[in-house]
């Protein structure tokens, strides 16, 4: 991995779970970060990332709208490198897809390609997700899921699920416009990420685990594919940014595993919670898999552990008062 040492690259999305995640880790490699968060003048989004060591001298913070394309270039000018997470995470019902999920993830992807392309930025990495890779019932049964596998658009049109619609259409949307336009992307599609939590709110994935240890019995049948600590998913970006030798997709989970699996760990780890008995197989037809994400081991990456990625999340709910 090359160390970039005063390189200055940008952060979309910096103020939320895994921004403010990677963020942190940005600064530790000496990186000069400009994030944009959606408020400057919220101290909820921006108090935690001035607090990180490093930020004083190396941390400049712009307001930034995905649909406002001069905003985006505020933030993209004088970066080499851009990681553009924000999109809109919402994975319970919507009101109106295209305005709250659709348009800020694919206009606001395209966005930030075509100021990065403008800009002369050398590789942008793309946070695309595991629900641009399920719900795809029509994969073969016998076939561990992987990179090649995508999201069945007609599927989450009947469903209506518009989140995994919308990161898939992002995605894609991102691959065309690299191609058509020369530019050196790299994507990383995380699964369900949890662990310890930077800023003040609750994202949507933290909110499952939290749902889960108050008795919830939902068992995200079209979303979830297996779980990842918040710091492996930042790590990915890292390595995917700075070896130039990683290209393409990258699925980034501890392993392939239904939700009924990690339940039932939970439930292990933390008896005195009410967490319900799931059935064994909450994902139907989903093939388990201990090495799910070979492209991103091979770039050197050890995968923390389901427990650990538990407990990290467990203690960080106690630490902010979510649970007792
Ligand atoms: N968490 C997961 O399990 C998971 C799994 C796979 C992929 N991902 C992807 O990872 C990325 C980050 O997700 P997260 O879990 O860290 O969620 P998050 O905490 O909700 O972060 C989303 C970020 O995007 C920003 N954003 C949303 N809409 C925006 C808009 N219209 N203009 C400007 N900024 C906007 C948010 O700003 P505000 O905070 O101001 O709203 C926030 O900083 C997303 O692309 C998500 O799809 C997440």
Partial sequence: MGKREGEVVCVTGGSGYIGSCLLHLLLHHGYTVHATVKNLEDEKETNH?????????????????????????????????????????????????????????????????????????????????????????????DVVKNEDCWTDEEYCKRKGIWYPLSKTLAEKAAWEFAEEKGLDIVVVNPGTVMGPVIPPSLNASMQMLLRLLQ?????????????????????????????????????????????????????????EYNVPKLPKDTQPGLRRSKDASKKLIDLGMEFISMEQIIKDGVESLRSKGYIS
Avoid at 126 to 139: C, D, K, M
Avoid at 233 to 238: E, N
Avoid at 241 to 262: K, M, P, Q, W
């Fill in 49 to 141: 990332l001035r607090a990180m060591e490093g930020a004083e001298s190396r941390l400049r913070l712009f307001q930034m709208d995905l649909l406002q394309y001069d905003s985006i270039v505020a933030a993209v000018t004088g970066a080499a490198g851009v990681f553009h997470l924000a999109s809109p995470c919402i994975v319970d019902k919507v009101h109106d897809p295209e305005r709250e999920l659709l348009d800020p993830a694919i206009k606001g992807t395209i966005n930030v390609l075509t100021a990065a392309k403008e800009l002369g930025v050398r590789r942008v990495v793309v946070t695309s997700s595991i629900s641009a890779i399920i719900p795809s019932p029509n994969w073969p049964a």
């Fill in 215 to 271: 008795g919830c019995t939902e068992v995200y049948e079209d979303f979830f594919m297996g779980s990842v600590h918040v710091k492996d998913v930042a790590l990915a970006h890292l390595l995917v940014y700075e070896n130039t030798s990683a290209t393409g997709r990258h699925l980034c989970v501890e392993a392939i595993s239904h939700y009924g699996d990690f339940a039932a760990k939970v439930a292990e780890l933390y008896p």
